[in-house]
Protein backbone atom coordinates (compact mmCIF):
# COMPACT_ATOMS: atom_id res chain seq x y z
CA UNK A 1 0.00 0.00 0.00
CA UNK A 2 0.97 3.65 -0.38
CA UNK A 3 0.42 6.35 1.39
CA UNK A 4 0.14 10.47 1.13
CA UNK A 5 0.16 13.63 4.24
CA UNK A 6 -2.90 15.43 3.95
CA UNK A 7 -3.67 18.10 6.30
CA UNK A 8 -6.96 19.87 6.48
CA UNK A 9 -5.34 23.37 7.03
CA UNK A 10 -6.92 26.14 9.63
CA UNK A 11 -9.40 27.93 7.53
CA UNK A 12 -10.87 23.94 6.75
CA UNK A 13 -11.27 23.48 10.55
CA UNK A 14 -12.58 26.93 11.59
CA UNK A 15 -15.58 26.78 9.15
CA UNK A 16 -16.40 23.26 10.51
CA UNK A 17 -15.01 21.39 7.00
CA UNK A 18 -13.07 18.55 8.57
CA UNK A 19 -15.99 15.87 8.14
CA UNK A 20 -16.42 16.90 4.86
CA UNK A 21 -13.29 16.93 3.52
CA UNK A 22 -12.72 13.46 5.21
CA UNK A 23 -15.67 12.05 3.91
CA UNK A 24 -14.91 12.56 0.37
CA UNK A 25 -11.08 10.41 1.31
CA UNK A 26 -12.91 8.13 2.49
CA UNK A 27 -15.95 7.67 0.32
CA UNK A 28 -12.90 7.13 -2.53
CA UNK A 29 -11.84 4.24 -0.69
CA UNK A 30 -9.03 5.78 1.42
CA UNK A 31 -7.70 4.66 4.51
CA UNK A 32 -7.05 7.06 7.59
CA UNK A 33 -4.09 5.58 9.05
CA UNK A 34 -3.15 8.35 11.52
CA UNK A 35 -4.55 11.40 12.14
CA UNK A 36 -4.13 14.57 14.73
CA UNK A 37 -6.08 17.92 15.61
CA UNK A 38 -3.17 20.31 16.37
CA UNK A 39 -2.00 23.72 16.03
CA UNK A 40 0.92 22.80 13.82
CA UNK A 41 4.40 24.30 15.59
CA UNK A 42 6.12 26.93 13.80
CA UNK A 43 9.35 24.55 13.65
CA UNK A 44 7.11 21.29 12.24
CA UNK A 45 4.94 24.32 9.67
CA UNK A 46 9.18 24.91 8.50
CA UNK A 47 10.34 22.27 7.63
CA UNK A 48 7.12 21.02 5.98
CA UNK A 49 7.02 23.74 3.86
CA UNK A 50 11.37 24.06 3.10
CA UNK A 51 10.44 24.09 0.02
CA UNK A 52 8.98 27.34 -0.20
CA UNK A 53 11.23 28.79 1.86
CA UNK A 54 12.29 32.53 0.64
CA UNK A 55 9.27 33.31 -1.60
CA UNK A 56 7.15 35.78 -1.27
CA UNK A 57 4.33 34.05 0.36
CA UNK A 58 6.40 31.98 2.53
CA UNK A 59 6.04 33.69 5.83
CA UNK A 60 1.85 34.75 5.22
CA UNK A 61 1.86 30.49 4.72
CA UNK A 62 3.67 29.86 7.61
CA UNK A 63 1.53 32.42 9.95
CA UNK A 64 -1.74 30.92 8.33
CA UNK A 65 -0.82 27.07 8.83
CA UNK A 66 -0.03 27.44 12.34
CA UNK A 67 -2.96 30.31 13.14
CA UNK A 68 -5.35 27.77 14.79
CA UNK A 69 -5.57 24.06 14.64
CA UNK A 70 -4.93 21.95 11.81
CA UNK A 71 -6.07 18.15 11.25
CA UNK A 72 -3.27 16.38 10.06
CA UNK A 73 -3.50 12.96 8.53
CA UNK A 74 -1.88 9.88 6.68
CA UNK A 75 -4.33 8.53 3.57
CA UNK A 76 -3.76 5.06 2.70
CA UNK A 77 -4.87 3.57 -0.87
CA UNK A 78 -3.20 1.95 -4.06
CA UNK A 79 0.30 3.28 -5.54
CA UNK A 80 0.76 7.17 -5.61
CA UNK A 81 -2.21 8.17 -3.79
CA UNK A 82 -0.42 11.40 -3.69
CA UNK A 83 -2.22 11.82 -7.06
CA UNK A 84 -5.49 10.44 -6.41
CA UNK A 85 -5.64 13.28 -3.28
CA UNK A 86 -4.49 16.48 -5.42
CA UNK A 87 -6.82 15.42 -7.90
CA UNK A 88 -9.75 15.84 -5.51
CA UNK A 89 -8.16 18.50 -4.39
CA UNK A 90 -7.89 20.83 -7.42
CA UNK A 91 -5.69 23.09 -8.10
CA UNK A 92 -3.75 25.31 -5.70
CA UNK A 93 -5.59 28.42 -6.89
CA UNK A 94 -9.31 27.63 -5.46
CA UNK A 95 -10.80 30.46 -8.78
CA UNK A 96 -8.94 27.79 -11.17
CA UNK A 97 -10.48 24.68 -9.30
CA UNK A 98 -13.61 22.67 -11.03
CA UNK A 99 -16.40 21.92 -9.01
CA UNK A 100 -16.41 18.57 -7.07
CA UNK A 101 -12.79 18.90 -6.47
CA UNK A 102 -12.23 20.41 -2.84
CA UNK A 103 -10.81 23.55 -3.48
CA UNK A 104 -13.03 24.28 -6.22
CA UNK A 105 -16.26 23.21 -3.73
CA UNK A 106 -14.98 25.65 -1.07
CA UNK A 107 -12.31 27.58 -1.37
CA UNK A 108 -11.94 31.49 -3.26
CA UNK A 109 -8.64 32.71 -1.73
CA UNK A 110 -5.30 30.75 -2.26
CA UNK A 111 -3.85 31.61 0.71
CA UNK A 112 -6.81 29.79 2.25
CA UNK A 113 -7.32 26.75 0.12
CA UNK A 114 -8.08 24.44 2.83
CA UNK A 115 -6.00 21.43 2.10
CA UNK A 116 -2.35 19.80 1.90
CA UNK A 117 -1.81 16.97 -0.04
CA UNK A 118 1.50 15.69 -0.94
CA UNK A 119 2.80 16.15 -4.35
CA UNK A 120 4.96 13.12 -5.06
CA UNK A 121 5.62 9.79 -3.69
CA UNK A 122 9.15 11.18 -2.53
CA UNK A 123 7.50 14.27 -0.58
CA UNK A 124 4.44 12.07 1.08
CA UNK A 125 7.77 9.97 2.48
CA UNK A 126 9.09 13.69 3.50
CA UNK A 127 5.93 15.11 5.17
CA UNK A 128 4.56 11.81 6.88
CA UNK A 129 8.20 11.55 8.84
CA UNK A 130 8.13 15.31 10.08
CA UNK A 131 4.63 14.93 11.33
CA UNK A 132 4.32 10.98 12.40
CA UNK A 133 8.26 10.34 12.55
CA UNK A 134 8.58 6.35 12.64
CA UNK A 135 4.79 5.61 11.73
P1 LIG B 1 -0.13 23.19 -3.22
O1 LIG B 1 -0.67 23.47 -1.84
O2 LIG B 1 -1.21 23.10 -4.25
O3 LIG B 1 0.83 22.03 -3.24
P2 LIG B 1 2.24 24.88 -3.37
O4 LIG B 1 2.98 23.73 -2.75
O5 LIG B 1 2.79 25.45 -4.61
O6 LIG B 1 0.72 24.48 -3.64
O7 LIG B 1 2.13 26.05 -2.32
C1 LIG B 1 1.88 25.80 -0.95
C2 LIG B 1 0.83 26.75 -0.46
O8 LIG B 1 1.36 28.08 -0.50
C3 LIG B 1 -0.43 26.81 -1.30
O9 LIG B 1 -1.35 25.81 -0.92
C4 LIG B 1 -0.95 28.18 -1.02
C5 LIG B 1 0.33 29.00 -0.83
N1 LIG B 1 0.70 29.67 -2.09
C6 LIG B 1 1.23 29.10 -3.20
N2 LIG B 1 1.44 29.99 -4.17
C7 LIG B 1 1.03 31.19 -3.66
C8 LIG B 1 0.98 32.51 -4.16
N3 LIG B 1 1.40 32.80 -5.40
N4 LIG B 1 0.47 33.47 -3.34
C9 LIG B 1 0.05 33.18 -2.09
N5 LIG B 1 0.07 31.95 -1.56
C10 LIG B 1 0.54 30.96 -2.33
MG1 LIG C 1 2.68 21.77 -2.35
Do not use: C, Q
Not at 27 to 47: C, H, S
Not at 85 to 106: K, Y
Amino acid sequence: MNRTLVIVKPDGVERSLVGEIISRFEKKGLKIVAGRLETIPKELAEKHYLEHAGKSFYSELVTFITRSPAFVMVLEGPDDTWKVVRTMMGPTNPLDASPGTIRGDFGLEIGENLVHGSDSNESAAREIEVFFPGI
